[in-house]
């Protein structure tokens, strides 16, 4: 497990100027720990520095947010139980996002969906060493497709051509963790763009555009982002999310401020409209006016 060059997280963030709409959600945010209550995996790639709910529920009153998606991240694991608890605390402004094991039973997965889970997460990236034959993925489809959750991927843009076509075979909707790690230098014209947007053209497929502070290479205020992010919300606007991505595993370059990735949604949305539907109106579609199911 590595422990050695990553961050913690930002312990003082500024205040954004921007101001958020009411019922704004944060649609890709995580709890760690803490470890002496809900230990990190043994397998887990990386240690992250402990990041429990009551400083996300905090972070999340300070920077105007009202609703969340906390998201299951390798270093746990399988083991949802920091997110399953941090779900119950935070009551019906928050719902889930779980990683399963691959003979997960109904009563888990009942006891998860009570809690307000509402889709799983399957990860491609090849560094963090979570990926899982595809054969598991479709069992796990199965189970989950009977209680109307969706599946959210992460994946490297380098590696959307090998998995491109399991993906457009998944029946349930599809949300895109991080730009699908669109290089940005490549900008829109590049082929990894293309190849996404192309993707999007199917309804089934959704897209967070958050991960600034992950693809940018000139750093805060991540003007570098900008084109890639905007043409996303472009190609599916009603079908994009933002998150933070607190606390921000696996960062080396700088620590992000959560104040300054707040007003960033600006450049990405520059319209009062666009904020909305990003912000408001597409993450209450899709895990409160239908409570996360789809038929």
């Excluded at 006891?111 to 997460?121: F, P």
């Excluded at 991505?245 to 401020?257: A, R």
Aim: some cysteine; aromatic content about 8%.
């Amino acid at each position: 497990m590595v422990t050695e060059g990553y961050l913690a997280f930002h312990p003082s963030p500024k205040k954004p100027d921007i101001e958020l709409p009411p019922l704004a959600c944060d649609s890709h945010c995580h709890v760690f720990g803490p470890a002496v209550k809900f230990p990190y995996s043994p397998t887990s790639s990386y240690l992250p520095v402990d990041a429990p709910k009551q400083t996300l529920f905090e972070r999340h009153r300070f920077l105007g947010f009202s609703r969340a998606v906390i998201v299951q991240a390798s270093c746990h694991g399988t083991d949802n139980a920091a997110m399953v608890d941090a779900l119950e605390a935070g009551g019906d402004a928050y719902r889930g996002i779980a990683i399963l094991r691959d003979d997960v039973d109904a009563a888990e997965l009942r006891w998860l969906d009570a809690a307000g889970v509402r889709g799983v997460r399957f990860n491609f990236v090849k560094r963090l060493k979570a990926q899982r034959p595809i054969s598991v993925y479709k069992e796990i489809i199965a189970k989950v497709a009977r209680l109307g959750w969706h599946i959210v991927v992460y994946f490297d843009a380098e590696d959307l051509a090998e998995i491109e076509p399991f993906l457009r075979t998944i029946p349930v909707p599809v949300i895109i963790d991080h730009m699908g790690r669109v290089p940005v230098a490549e900008g829109i014209k590049g082929e990894a763009f293309r190849r996404l947007a192309c993707l999007l053209e199917d309804d089934k497929f959704w897209i967070k555009v958050s991960g600034a502070e992950r693809l940018t290479k000139s750093g805060p205020p991540y003007g570098d982002v900008d084109e890639v992010a905007r043409g996303l919300v472009a190609a599916a606007p009603t079908r994009v999310l933002w998150g933070t991505d607190w606390p921000h595993p696996n960062m080396k370059s700088h620590v992000p401020d959560d104040g300054v990735l707040v007003d960033h949604i600006a450049a990405i949305a520059p319209s009062a409209a666009e904020r909305d539907k990003l912000l408001v109106d597409n993450p209450g579609r899709l895990y409160w006016e239908n409570d996360g199911r789809h038929d």
